[in-house]
């Protein structure tokens, strides 16, 4: 039998999303397609009895279930999808965790009743909430024994076991499963942890956060894969809802993602698939492309030719492969290869930067055409080369920049003034705390007249009070205390004359909001934390004025936290009354976000408008993850032995939870066989996506002194004939 759903096999950029939304118009606008048509089977339908195709999609319109890999590729899917039908089809791309979400949240009510749990609504948890409530949770079991076996920190251990829980539930395992499958895979490994004990914590984690009603991705997967698929009245629901699925990088789904697919096709929907050979960006993260694979036995298979001519895939791939895997081979490469090649980081990270600044400079290049592309950015790299570009003038975006958001001076300046306003938080501020909230808290803005660019706004934007007027006033008017900090009148400094009219009015008004907000505080007429947070943005930050893109993130970052953590707090002291008061949990609250936990990155996390006239900045997985392409690449530290990892850390345990090898051991010749095939995929794919010039930048010695020796050095050493230096 003819199979209707369409499996489509194509290298990047060789059109597979096109022909999805291709596919998603012939279903919704069959009147614009080929008159042939073909049949297919309604769910309840009579045997023998069919209709075709396309009239039995009109009926249902427009009832498509749409995939993306992750969520910026869902919004960009979405976009194309709405052009393509001109509007008149809206639909709502989802991930497929997020999929997983709404569907355990809609159907709740009927996880209750079979699950026998507490009516109460549910409400997800964010990883560090996760991770901070699972340490509270199992700090009696974690001693320092099973600390010195597991060989890592607290923070570390809670997290790679909350990992496992995960992995468990992406590929359809029960967390009772669990222990099995560990104890199966790690054999006498005696340098691990007892599987009896990892799995008897998150047996208690998951039980705990239902008992409360609260939802982790791990535990939202599971209720979906082992309770919500094999629910019938579910199932019904489900096929009456969807008759067609449209998935796109499905190589980078999850496994219970095929049990979802093949239920609907089970019941006769109609799918579209798009697999990239070469993809798999996610594996080792909670990705099964080999069985996700599987679908296509039962799909009409489409081969796309491979990537665009512009590309440098079809030339390069093959030598660079070679070159790679058989390091004695004595090739050179083309010219379109280049190298950077210095002794010391710290000059390779100069001399990148001034080739990049050159060549755009030179208009060879715009600088929206250039990616630097790194196995992994530090702190040094990434600001290096941003201060050298900015000075020439040059923009530079970070792909998903995840910085902790205390490392933003406002977001700090706002946990400082938390501390002022409510009692008991004193040890949580000092006098350097104080000064910064000072200069922070006294920015005016000054917009140029008759200037509607927004850019030179932003660059006006200045302080009533400078660090080192703010520095005096700390200094002389702060008054440290347990319980009750507090900041006295300018005029207790004796020599305050000196501090200035404008920053002692702008202090004064700093002082007189907060003894104002004290005071209310007192008489318990501030609701929340968060309405504070909200009351100093709007009245010392926001103030009508356009805040820098990046300011603006980092504090609705803030707020979504806030927003957040209070609602999980109010939940819990619902439960149990007694355990927590509003000043711990403000406490903890400042704690976690200075341990760096929380990182800025909000919805949207891209700038509205067009797109920003900027060199890209990112980590392989990042670059690989966002689908992009330039004309030219500059793959930074060439030498290092993280190009064969691919540029994100493998979770503990996952290869134990591939369907294809449950529970297998993992040698150490499954790990060279699976870091070969990694380097592989990763220059494939970046081939596939540079038109122009590849930039090899190495540097003979890393960071820390050592000689870099990575998998890549073949590549560097066959290119010395072009080298810029």
């Given amino acids: ?221 599971e209720l979906y894969s082992q309770y919500l698929l094999s629910d019938r009245n579910y199932q019904q629901h489900l096929t009456k809802r969807y008759q067609a699925v449209l998935a796109d990088d499905v190589d980078d789904y999850p496994s219970v993602a095929r049990l979802l697919f093949e239920l609907l096709l089970d019941q006769g929907a109609v799918g579209a698939f798009s697999y990239n050979p070469d993809g798999a960006v996610r594996l080792g993260l909670g990705a099964d492309p080999n069985y996700l694979e599987g679908l296509a036995e039962r799909c009409r298979v489409e081969i796309l030719t491979g990537p665009p001519s512009e590309s440098l895939g079809e030339e390069l791939t093959k030598q660079m492969v070679e070159l790679v895997t058989e390091p004695m081979v004595l090739l050179s490469l083309p010219k379109m290869v280049h190298s950077i090649q210095t002794t010391s980081r710290a000059q390779l990270l100069r001399q990148t930067a001034e080739v990049i600044a050159n060549t755009i400079q030179s208009q060879q290049v715009q600088a929206e055409e250039v990616a630097i592309i790194a196995p992994g950015l530090d702190a040094i790299a990434r600001y290096t080369l941003v201060e050298i570009l900015i000075k020439q003038n040059i923009q530079v975006e970070s792909l998903n920049d995840q910085r902790p958001l205390v490392s933003s001076p406002v977001i700090r300046a706002l946990l400082t003034m938390l501390a002022l306003v409510y009692p008991g938080l004193g040890r949580l501020v000092d006098r350097d705390a104080v000064a910064e909230m000072l200069v922070v808290l006294s920015r005016k803005q000054q917009a140029p007249e008759n200037s509607l660019l927004l850019t030179d706004a932003i660059n006006r934007v200045s302080t009533d009070i400078d660090p080192v007027r703010a520095g005096l006033i700390a200094d002389y008017c702060f008054v440290p205390h347990p319980d009750r900090p507090n900041l006295l009148p300018v005029s207790t400094f004796e020599r305050w004359d000196r501090i200035g009219y404008a920053a002692t009015t702008a202090y004064g008004e700093i002082l007189q909001w907060l003894e104002q907000q004290r005071s209310q505080q007192e008489l318990r007429l501030i609701p929340s934390p968060i309405s504070l947070l909200d009351r100093a943005i709007q009245r010392f930050l926001w103030n009508g004025s356009n805040l820098p893109y990046e300011q603006l993130a980092a504090l609705r970052e803030l707020l979504e936290t806030a927003q957040h953590y209070w609602e999980i707090d109010t939940r819990l002291r619902q439960i149990a009354p007694d355990e927590t008061t509003p000043y711990t949990t403000i406490i903890e609250f400042i704690q976690l976000l200075r341990r760096g936990t929380i990182t800025a990155n909000p919805y949207p996390v891209r700038p509205i408008g067009g797109a920003r006239r900027a060199v890209t900045l990112a980590t392989i997985f990042q670059y690989r993850s966002s689908r992009r392409s330039h004309r030219w690449h500059f793959w930074l530290d060439a030498g290092s032995p993280l190009w064969a990892k691919g540029g994100a850390a493998t979770l503990f345990g996952a290869p134990f939870f591939l369907r294809d090898r449950l529970g297998e051991p993992w040698t150490a010749e499954d790990e060279k066989l699976a870091e070969e095939q990694r380097l592989r995929r990763i220059l494939t794919d970046l081939l596939s996506r540079v038109s122009e010039r590849v930039y090899l930048c190495h540097s003979d010695l890393a960071v820390n002194g050592q000689e870099q020796l990575g998998p890549l050095l073949p590549l560097v050493n066959a290119c010395v004939t072009h080298s810029v230096i």
């Fill in 1 to 221: 039998m003819v199979s209707h759903s369409v499996w489509i096999v194509g290298t990047s950029r060789s059109g597979k999303t096109a022909r999805l939304v291709e596919q998603f118009c012939s279903w919704v606008q069959p009147e614009k397609q080929h008159t042939e048509s073909f049949y297919t089977k309604k769910p309840g339908q009579k045997k023998g009895e069919r209709i075709p195709e396309f009239l039995y999609l009109k009926q249902i319109e427009p009832g498509v279930l749409v995939l993306a890999a992750n969520d910026d590729n869902r919004r960009e899917l979405g976009d194309i999808i709405v052009t393509s039908t001109l509007g008149k089809y809206p639909v709502r791309a989802k991930t497929p965790l997020g999929f997983f979400q709404d569907e355990v949240i809609l159907f709740w009510p009927l996880l209750i009743n079979s699950l026998s749990l507490k009516a109460q609504f549910p409400v997800r948890l964010r990883p560090e909430t996760e991770q901070e409530l699972a340490t509270k949770l199992w700090r009696p079991q974690l001693d320092e024994e099973i600390l010195r076996i597991a060989g890592v920190n607290e923070s570390r251990l809670v997290r790679r076991i909350l990992d496992l829980l995960q992995l468990a539930a992406y590929s359809g395992v029960r967390c009772e499963d669990i222990a099995q499958i560990l104890a199966k895979g790690l054999g006498d490994n005696t340098t691990t942890l007892e599987p009896e004990f990892l799995a008897s914590l998150l047996l208690d984690w998951r039980n705990w956060c239902l008992e409360r009603g609260l939802l982790t991705y791990g535990i939202i997967t």
